[in-house]
């Protein structure tokens, strides 16, 4: 019969083979549980998981009988995830240390035991398993909002992003995302792979931006030994090794020419060769392809072909700024907090209201990424358990003094309004024209001539 105890009771389950430890251990722990059981070895201690859902085990590691307190890690790690445990030796070394974290451990201590700091960590244990707890009742509320994958927002745009995802997920149309830097291009890429039919593929992710000219076509293609200096072996590109999955080109705006042909080619025939060989090898991967800049204005520019951005373009998704979702800041903050006090074994931490406050009324340039950095330095530099505004980085704090408005003509003073309306609206929409054209209820043709009038690009 499964022990059921009060939600906030702690349980700690004591296992070593010397009676006096385990007594000793329990008295020490007393006053921070609120049921200490023991047990001799493995097996009783298996017994007594299979009764008891207890939040934190101590183990020796060496047990009696055919299995020690390594394989009770393990053990533990399969059947009770959110159980910590505590590993104690007196033979402790290095390789046995890592063996035990490897296995699933939450930390490791060498006797004597110090009964001070088998407390200190038995509430690092305890703080760790409640924060393990609250993340996972707020991906189940991520879940319940519609939330997909890492992406999080209960926002009226994010939803409609969410759906587009839903819809084109198990297609192999070829998607273009759209968004400023930091605004999670990869993670939507990501999303629609997962949610797809060839989610068991593989996923590949190049970034075009970071490769030199002269390795792309290798890259993209692979190559045959022999084919250039250097080319040692046969190398597969990422259209083979994304064969039945996804291939995700971020930046794709950076490609130079002559590889924007090659990309065409593709696109166009299904199949490719390798640098240096002659079999033609079919496509098999559905192509996903970001951006953060204007296709449309590099097209007007020259530098983009534009029957290759109408090959990337059947379906366009284009993702908000932070600055145009501010609601979701307090859930990405709250989310973030909880992730990064579980990855660097911080304690629960908390914003104030004012620091909150702060926050939301950032600009967040950087977007997403810049607010998950923010939020893991302040995690791993703050000591106390509640971050107030005077903690938080001067760039968000600080307030710039504005200049006093320019003084014209209401002709004059409504043409500059409406520059900065468009161009704010272009950017929340990653220069995407026809969904900025929507937002500002205005058609893509009086949104070109606009822009062409106040220079916007």
């Given at each position: 019969?499964?022990?059921?105890?009060?939600?906030?009771?702690?349980q700690i389950l004591i296992v070593d083979?010397?009676?006096?430890?385990?007594?000793?251990?329990?008295?020490?722990?007393?006053?921070?549980?609120?049921?200490?059981?023991?047990?001799?070895?493995?097996?009783?201690?298996?017994?007594?998981?299979?009764?008891?859902?207890?939040?934190?085990?101590?183990?020796?590691?060496?047990?009696?009988?055919?299995?020690?307190?390594?394989?009770?890690?393990?053990?533990?790690?399969?059947?009770?995830?959110?159980?910590?445990?505590?590993?104690?030796?007196?033979?402790?070394?290095?390789?046995?240390?890592?063996?035990?974290?490897?296995?699933?451990?939450?930390?490791?201590?060498?006797?004597?035991?110090?009964?001070?700091?088998?407390?200190?960590?038995?509430?690092?244990?305890?703080?760790?398993?409640?924060?393990?707890?609250?993340?996972?009742?707020?991906?189940?509320?991520?879940?319940?909002?519609?939330?997909?994958?890492?992406?999080?927002?209960?926002?009226?745009?994010?939803?409609?992003?969410?759906?587009?995802?839903?819809?084109?997920?198990?297609?192999?149309?070829?998607?273009?995302?759209?968004?400023?830097?930091?605004?999670?291009?990869?993670?939507?890429?990501?999303?629609?792979?997962?949610?797809?039919?060839?989610?068991?593929?593989?996923?590949?992710?190049?970034?075009?931006?970071?490769?030199?000219?002269?390795?792309?076509?290798?890259?993209?293609?692979?190559?045959?030994?022999?084919?250039?200096?250097g080319a040692s072996r046969r190398k597969?590109?990422?259209?083979?090794?994304?064969?039945?999955?996804?291939?995700?080109?971020?930046?794709?705006?950076?490609?130079?020419?002559?590889?924007?042909?090659?990309?065409?080619?593709?696109?166009?025939?299904?199949?490719?060769?390798?640098?240096?060989?002659?079999?033609?090898?079919?496509?098999?991967?559905?192509?996903?392809?970001?951006?953060?800049?204007?296709?449309?204005?590099?097209?007007?520019?020259?530098?983009?072909?534009?029957?290759?951005?109408?090959?990337?373009?059947?379906?366009?998704?284009?993702?908000?700024?932070?600055?145009?979702?501010?609601?979701?800041?307090?859930?990405?903050?709250?989310?973030?907090?909880?992730?990064?006090?579980?990855?660097?074994?911080?304690?629960?931490?908390?914003?104030?209201?004012?620091?909150?406050?702060?926050?939301?009324?950032?600009?967040?340039?950087?977007?997403?990424?810049?607010?998950?950095?923010?939020?893991?330095?302040?995690?791993?530099?703050?000591?106390?358990?509640?971050?107030?505004?005077?903690?938080?980085?001067?760039?968000?704090?600080?307030?710039?003094?504005?200049?006093?408005?320019?003084?014209?003509?209401?002709?004059?003073?409504?043409?500059?309004?409406?520059?900065?309306?468009?161009?704010?609206?272009?950017?929340?929409?990653?220069?995407?024209?026809?969904?900025?054209?929507?937002?500002?209820?205005?058609?893509?043709?009086?949104?070109?001539?606009?822009?062409?009038?106040?220079?916007?690009?």
């Open positions: 019969m499964f022990r059921v105890q009060p939600t906030d009771s702690v083979d010397e009676p006096h430890i385990r007594s000793g251990l329990a008295k020490g722990l007393a006053k921070v549980a609120d049921v200490i059981d023991t047990a001799n070895d493995v097996n009783e201690a298996l017994d007594k998981l299979d009764t008891t859902q207890y939040q934190v085990v101590i183990a020796d590691i060496r047990l009696p009988g055919d299995r020690d307190g390594l394989d009770l890690v393990s053990l533990i790690k399969k059947r009770s995830p959110e159980t910590n445990t505590l590993v104690i030796t007196a033979h402790g070394t290095v390789e046995t240390a890592v063996d035990a974290m490897r296995r699933g451990a939450f930390d490791f201590i060498t006797k004597p035991v110090d009964l001070n700091l088998i407390r200190q960590q038995v509430d690092r244990a305890l703080d760790h398993g409640r924060l393990q707890s609250e993340n996972k009742t707020l991906r189940n509320q991520l879940a319940d909002a519609g939330a997909i994958s890492e992406i999080i927002g209960t926002c009226t745009i994010m939803q409609e992003l969410f759906q587009q995802i839903r819809q084109v997920a198990d297609t192999d149309a070829t998607v273009l995302i759209q968004g400023e830097s930091g605004t999670g291009k990869e993670l939507v890429a990501r999303a629609l792979h997962d949610l797809s039919s060839r989610s068991r593929g593989a996923f590949i992710a190049v970034n075009l931006g970071a490769l030199p000219e002269s390795l792309l076509e290798s890259e993209l293609f692979g190559h045959e030994k022999g084919s250039f200096t597969p590109g990422c259209f083979e090794q994304a064969r039945g999955g996804t291939l995700f080109l971020d930046e794709i705006t950076e490609i130079p020419a002559k590889s924007q042909v090659d990309l065409l080619r593709v696109l166009e025939t299904g199949s490719f060769q390798r640098i240096g060989g002659e079999e033609l090898l079919v496509s098999d991967a559905r192509l996903v392809s970001a951006t953060n800049k204007d296709p449309l204005a590099l097209i007007e520019d020259g530098a983009f072909r534009e029957d290759l951005y109408y090959r990337l373009n059947i379906v366009p998704l284009v993702i908000p700024a932070l600055r145009n979702r501010r609601d979701d800041i307090p859930l990405l903050v709250e989310h973030f907090v909880q992730h990064f006090c579980l990855r660097h074994h911080r304690p629960a931490k908390q914003f104030t209201d004012r620091a909150m406050e702060l926050m939301v009324a950032a600009n967040w340039p950087g977007n997403v990424r810049q607010l998950r950095n923010v939020v893991e330095r302040l995690v791993v530099t703050h000591v106390g358990d509640c971050i107030d505004e005077d903690n938080l980085p001067s760039e968000l704090t600080s307030t710039k003094t504005q200049p006093p408005p320019a003084i014209g003509t209401l002709a004059e003073v409504t043409e500059a309004a409406e520059k900065e309306a468009i161009q704010a609206a272009l950017a929340s929409c990653g220069f995407h024209r026809e969904q900025t054209a929507k937002i500002l209820g205005v058609s893509v043709r009086t949104l070109h001539y606009k822009m062409s009038r106040y220079g916007l690009h």
